[in-house]
């Protein structure tokens, strides 16, 4: 009877794992298809704190106001140009070739002929 519960209690907590597991991909997913669509458009965060203090004394008082602006400007291909600034944002400028001849030779690799 000793390794039927064993065998039990293991089944049930392998079965405990499994759901846990299968509930954090979920939120998981979730959280990134609502983290692309916040990120598609540039964000402006603007916060400011600001402080004061008072002597009784000297009746001096001190104002410090600090403001912080924060930009973020989306690069979706990662290749170091902004969304805005590059012709194809979806795609990292390292994929992109150039073949004016049409040889079906990139044009970086072949050789001038007048090196020839």
Known sequence: ?????IISKSKTVTLLLILLLTASLSNF???????D?????????VSSSSSSSSNSKA????TTTTTTKTTVI???????????????PSLAEIYVVKDENH?????DFEIPLDQQ
């Open 103 to 107: 040889n079906g030779i990139v044009d």
């Open 29 to 35: 997913v979730r959280a990134e298809t609502e983290t």
């Open 1 to 5: 009877m000793g390794k039927a519960k």
């Open 37 to 45: 669509s916040e990120d598609s458009q540039p964000k402006t965060t």
């Open 59 to 62: 009746k001096t008082t001190v």
């Open 74 to 88: 989306k690069d979706s291909d990662g290749d170091g140009l902004t969304d805005g600034q590059d012709p194809h």
